[in-house]
C-alpha cells in the first residue's frame, strides 16, 4: 500500500465513522426532506464529499492553474482581477434605426460589447417582402435585408473600435460580408475588424431548426469562411460554437456539453480536410454556452468544457499553438428558464445564473431580462439585466479571487462527472462517423427530445419545481409594462427594401449574382462574390435563393423513436 492508498483509507474510514456515529442518529430525529436530491438535468447529488471522492486523481494534471493547460481554473493567469468578462447585452428588435438607438443606449449605460439579435424572417435567408414573412418583420429581432439596413444599423458607430456579435446562422455568409462592406466604407481595414458571427449551423439541425441548405453543402459555406477569414480578418471569430440552443432545446447539461464540443470537433475537422493548419484557425474558434438554475452544475460544465477542449485539441488533432488550446466562451442565462408567472422572479434567476457563469470562467456575459418570456425586452428591464452583471462584477466580490471553487471536493467530483459523462455522447458520436452522420440519423435530436419529455413530466407531477408556475403559485398580478412593436414597422421596412432596388446598379446587381453561383458550382471560395453582391445591394432572399439551385434545400427527416 502506498502513502496516498493509506491516507485515502483512513479518510474513507473516517467518514463511515461518521456516517454511523454522527449522521444515522441525526437522522432518527430528523429524516432527510422527501425529495430527488439531483442536478436539474438529473445527475444524483451525494450528501457529502470527501478527498476520496477525488481519489486517485492528480490535481496538477486535472485542476492545474489558471492560464495552463488544461485550463480548468480558467485560461487567463490573472483572470478577473486583470479584466471582467465582456458585458454583451443581446440587442436588436424592429428596424435598424431602433436598434442603433439601443446600441447607443447599451454603450452609454457601461455595455463593452455590442450582440445583434435579427428578426425571424432575417434568420432564415427571406426577405421582409416574401410572403412568408407577415407577421414578423422586427418582432423578434432587428430586420437586415441590404447593406443599406447594415449601414444604418451601425451608424455613428465605429467599427474598428467596437466588438460585435451577431447571432446569425444559415445566411451568416450574407451578414459576415454586409459588416465587412459597412467597414470599407467607414474606412476600416478587414484586420482591424474584431467580433463574433455565430455561424454554427450544425446545432441548427440539432435544436434551432432554421436553416437553408443541407448539412454537406452548408458545411462547405462555413468552412469557406474560416479560410477567408483566417487569411483576410485574423481577429474575427469565424464561428461561436453554440450549446446554448441546443439547451434551450431541452438537453441536459452533459447533452449540451458533449453535442457542442462534437459540433466543434467537425468543425475542426472540416478546416483540417479542406488543407488548413489546425493553429492558423482553431484559435479564431469561440463557444457559446448556457447557464442554467442549477447553480454547481454549470459552474462544473464550463469548467470541464475547457479542460475536455484542451485534451482534444492536443490529442486529437495534434495542435500546438497553446491558443488552439484555449476554449474561449461567451455565456447567456437561461431564456426557457424564464417564466411569464410571476416575471419579477427572472430577476433572481438571472442573478443566480450570472453568478454561475462567472464563477465558472466565461469571457463574455448575457443577462436575460425580466420579461423576455414575454416580449423583446424593455429599456428598463435591459438596464436592470445590466445592472445585474455590474453588481455581481462590482459588489459581490467573486472577481476578487481565481475560480474560487477550485479544489471544492463537490465541484472537482461534479466537474469529473460531467467530462465523463460527455466523453461517452462523443464517443458515440465518433462511432457513428461524426457530427453529421449523427445528425442525418437524428441520433441527437432524439436526445434532446428525450431529455425535454423527462424534465416537463417532472414538473408536471412536481418532482421538480419552478416556482410560481407549479409552486408557490399565489400572486401572479399582470405582466409589467411590455415592448411592443408596431404593424408600421413592417410596412416602412419592406418601403425601404423596394426603394433599394429602384435605386441599386441592375447591371452590376445582375453580374454579381450570376458570378457567385459560378463560384458556389466551382470549388472557389464563395466569400468575395458574396461580398460583391453585398456592394451590389443584393438583398438577404436574392442571395440566399441564388444559391439554392446549386446547394439544395434541407428537409428534416423523421426523428427516430
Request: glycine share 8%; aromatic share 8%; with cysteine.
Given at each position: 500500500?502506498?502513502?496516498?492508498?493509506?491516507?485515502?483509507?483512513?479518510?474513507?474510514?473516517?467518514?463511515?465513522?461518521?456516517?454511523?456515529?454522527?449522521?444515522?442518529?441525526?437522522?432518527?430525529?430528523?429524516?432527510?426532506?422527501?425529495?430527488?436530491?439531483?442536478?436539474?438535468?438529473?445527475?444524483?447529488?451525494?450528501?457529502?464529499?470527501?478527498?476520496?471522492?477525488?481519489?486517485?486523481?492528480?490535481?496538477?494534471?486535472?485542476?492545474?492553474?489558471?492560464?495552463?493547460?488544461?485550463?480548468?481554473?480558467?485560461?487567463?493567469?490573472?483572470?478577473?482581477?486583470?479584466?471582467?468578462?465582456?458585458?454583451?447585452?443581446?440587442?436588436?428588435?424592429?428596424?435598424?434605426?431602433?436598434?442603433?438607438?439601443?446600441?447607443?443606449?447599451?454603450?452609454?449605460?457601461?455595455?463593452?460589447?455590442?450582440?445583434?439579435?435579427?428578426?425571424?424572417?432575417?434568420?432564415?435567408?427571406?426577405?421582409?417582402?416574401?410572403?412568408?414573412?407577415?407577421?414578423?418583420?422586427?418582432?423578434?429581432?432587428?430586420?437586415?435585408?441590404?447593406l443599406e439596413d447594415m449601414e444604418t444599423l451601425f451608424a455613428g458607430i465605429p467599427l474598428g473600435r467596437v466588438s460585435t456579435s451577431m447571432t446569425i446562422n444559415a445566411?451568416?455568409?450574407?451578414?459576415?460580408?454586409?459588416?465587412?462592406?459597412?467597414?470599407?466604407?467607414?474606412?476600416?481595414?478587414?484586420?482591424?475588424?474584431?467580433?463574433?458571427?455565430?455561424?454554427?449551423?450544425?446545432?441548427?439541425?440539432?435544436?434551432?431548426?432554421?436553416?437553408?441548405?443541407?448539412?454537406?453543402?452548408?458545411?462547405?459555406?462555413?468552412?469557406?469562411?474560416?479560410?477567408?477569414?483566417?487569411?483576410?480578418?485574423?481577429?474575427?471569430?469565424?464561428?461561436?460554437?453554440?450549446?446554448?440552443?441546443?439547451?434551450?432545446?431541452?438537453?441536459?447539461?452533459?447533452?449540451?456539453?458533449?453535442?457542442?464540443?462534437?459540433?466543434?470537433?467537425?468543425?475542426?475537422?472540416?478546416?483540417?480536410?479542406?488543407?488548413?493548419?489546425?493553429?492558423?484557425?482553431?484559435?479564431?474558434?469561440?463557444?457559446?454556452?448556457?447557464?442554467?438554475?442549477?447553480?454547481?452544475?454549470?459552474?462544473?460544465?464550463?469548467?470541464?468544457?475547457?479542460?475536455?477542449?484542451?485534451?482534444?485539441?492536443?490529442?486529437?488533432?495534434?495542435?500546438?499553438?497553446?491558443?488552439?488550446?484555449?476554449?474561449?466562451?461567451?455565456?447567456?442565462?437561461?431564456?426557457?428558464?424564464?417564466?411569464?408567472?410571476?416575471?419579477?422572479?427572472?430577476?433572481?434567476?438571472?442573478?443566480?445564473?450570472?453568478?454561475?457563469?462567472?464563477?465558472?470562467?466565461?469571457?463574455?456575459?448575457?443577462?436575460?431580462?425580466?420579461?423576455?418570456?414575454?416580449?423583446?425586452?424593455?429599456?428598463?428591464?435591459?438596464?436592470?439585466?445590466?445592472?445585474?452583471?455590474?453588481?455581481?462584477?462590482?459588489?459581490?466580490?467573486?472577481?476578487?479571487?481565481?475560480?474560487?471553487?477550485?479544489?471544492?471536493?463537490?465541484?472537482?467530483?461534479?466537474?469529473?462527472?460531467?467530462?465523463?459523462?460527455?466523453?461517452?455522447?462523443?464517443?458515440?458520436?465518433?462511432?457513428?462517423?461524426?457530427?453529421?452522420?449523427?445528425?442525418?440519423?437524428?441520433?441527437?435530436?432524439?436526445?434532446?427530445?428525450?431529455?425535454?419529455?423527462?424534465?416537463?413530466?417532472?414538473?408536471?407531477?412536481?418532482?421538480?419545481?419552478?416556482?410560481?408556475v407549479n409552486k408557490y403559485t399565489e400572486g401572479n398580478g399582470p405582466p409589467p409594462p411590455l415592448l411592443r412593436i408596431s404593424d408600421e414597422v413592417e410596412r416602412d421596412?419592406?418601403?425601404?427594401?423596394?426603394?433599394?432596388?429602384?435605386?441599386?446598379?441592375?447591371?452590376?446587381?445582375?453580374?454579381?449574382?450570376?458570378?457567385?453561383?459560378?463560384?458556389?458550382?466551382?470549388?472557389?471560395?464563395?466569400?468575395?462574390?458574396?461580398?460583391?453582391?453585398?456592394?451590389?445591394?443584393?438583398?438577404?432572399?436574392?442571395?440566399?435563393?441564388?444559391?439554392?439551385?446549386?446547394?439544395?434545400?434541407?428537409?428534416?427527416?423523421?426523428?427516430?423513436?
Open positions: 500500500m502506498t502513502r496516498d492508498d493509506g491516507k485515502t483509507a483512513v479518510r474513507a474510514s473516517a467518514r463511515r465513522d461518521w456516517e454511523e456515529k454522527v449522521l444515522a442518529p441525526a437522522l432518527k430525529d430528523r429524516p432527510e426532506r422527501d425529495v430527488a436530491f439531483t442536478t436539474v438535468s438529473d445527475l444524483p447529488i451525494e450528501r457529502i464529499y470527501t478527498p476520496e471522492d477525488l481519489a486517485g486523481r492528480d490535481p496538477s494534471r486535472e485542476i492545474g492553474l489558471p492560464g495552463e493547460p488544461p485550463y480548468t481554473r480558467g485560461i487567463h493567469p490573472s483572470m478577473y482581477r486583470g479584466r471582467v468578462w465582456t458585458m454583451r447585452q443581446f440587442a436588436g428588435f424592429g428596424s435598424a434605426r431602433d436598434t442603433n438607438e439601443r446600441f447607443r443606449y447599451l454603450l452609454d449605460h457601461g455595455q463593452t460589447g455590442l450582440s445583434t439579435a435579427f428578426d425571424l424572417p432575417t434568420l432564415m435567408g427571406r426577405d421582409s417582402d416574401d410572403p412568408l414573412a407577415d407577421g414578423e418583420v422586427g418582432r423578434e429581432g432587428v430586420a437586415i435585408d441590404t445566411p451568416a455568409v450574407v451578414f459576415l460580408a454586409m459588416y465587412l462592406a459597412v467597414a470599407e466604407k467607414q474606412g476600416v481595414p478587414f484586420e482591424a475588424l474584431e467580433g463574433t458571427i455565430q455561424n454554427d449551423i450544425l446545432k441548427e439541425y440539432i435544436a434551432q431548426k432554421e436553416w437553408i441548405y443541407p448539412p454537406v453543402p452548408s458545411m462547405r459555406i462555413i468552412t469557406d469562411m474560416i479560410d477567408f477569414c483566417t487569411a483576410r480578418v485574423p481577429k474575427w471569430n469565424t464561428i461561436s460554437i453554440s450549446g446554448y440552443h441546443i439547451r434551450e432545446a431541452g438537453s441536459t447539461a452533459v447533452q449540451e456539453l458533449a453535442f457542442t464540443l462534437a459540433d466543434g470537433l467537425a468543425y475542426v475537422q472540416a478546416g483540417i480536410e479542406r488543407g488548413l493548419a489546425v493553429d492558423a484557425f482553431a484559435p479564431r474558434l469561440s463557444f457559446f454556452f448556457n447557464s442554467h438554475i442549477d447553480f454547481f452544475e454549470e459552474i462544473a460544465k464550463l469548467r470541464a468544457a475547457r479542460r475536455m477542449w484542451c485534451r482534444f485539441m492536443q490529442d486529437r488533432f495534434g495542435a500546438r499553438n497553446p491558443r488552439s488550446w484555449t476554449l474561449r466562451t461567451h455565456v447567456q442565462t437561461a431564456g426557457c428558464s424564464l417564466t411569464a408567472q410571476q416575471p419579477y422572479n427572472n430577476v433572481v434567476r438571472v442573478t443566480v445564473q450570472a453568478l454561475a457563469a462567472a464563477l465558472g470562467g466565461t469571457q463574455s456575459l448575457h443577462t436575460n431580462s425580466l420579461d423576455e418570456t414575454l416580449a423583446l425586452p424593455s429599456e428598463e428591464s435591459v438596464r436592470i439585466a445590466l445592472r445585474t452583471q455590474q453588481i455581481v462584477a462590482e459588489e459581490s466580490g467573486v472577481t476578487n479571487t481565481i475560480d474560487p471553487l477550485g479544489g471544492s471536493y463537490f465541484v472537482e467530483s461534479l466537474t469529473d462527472r460531467m467530462e465523463e459523462a460527455a466523453h461517452q455522447y462523443i464517443r458515440a458520436i465518433d462511432a457513428m462517423g461524426g457530427m453529421v452522420t449523427a445528425i442525418e440519423q437524428g441520433y441527437p435530436q432524439k436526445e434532446i427530445a428525450d431529455a425535454a419529455f423527462r424534465y416537463q413530466r417532472q414538473l408536471d407531477t412536481g418532482e421538480k419545481t419552478l416556482v410560481g421596412q419592406r418601403d425601404r427594401l423596394q426603394a433599394v432596388r429602384r435605386r441599386r446598379d441592375a447591371g452590376r446587381h445582375r453580374r454579381a449574382l450570376h458570378d457567385l453561383v459560378a463560384a458556389a458550382r466551382s470549388r472557389d471560395n464563395i466569400v468575395p462574390p458574396v461580398l460583391e453582391a453585398v456592394r451590389a445591394y443584393a438583398s438577404v432572399q436574392e442571395i440566399c435563393d441564388a444559391l439554392r439551385p446549386v446547394f439544395g434545400s434541407y428537409r428534416e427527416g423523421k426523428v427516430p423513436l
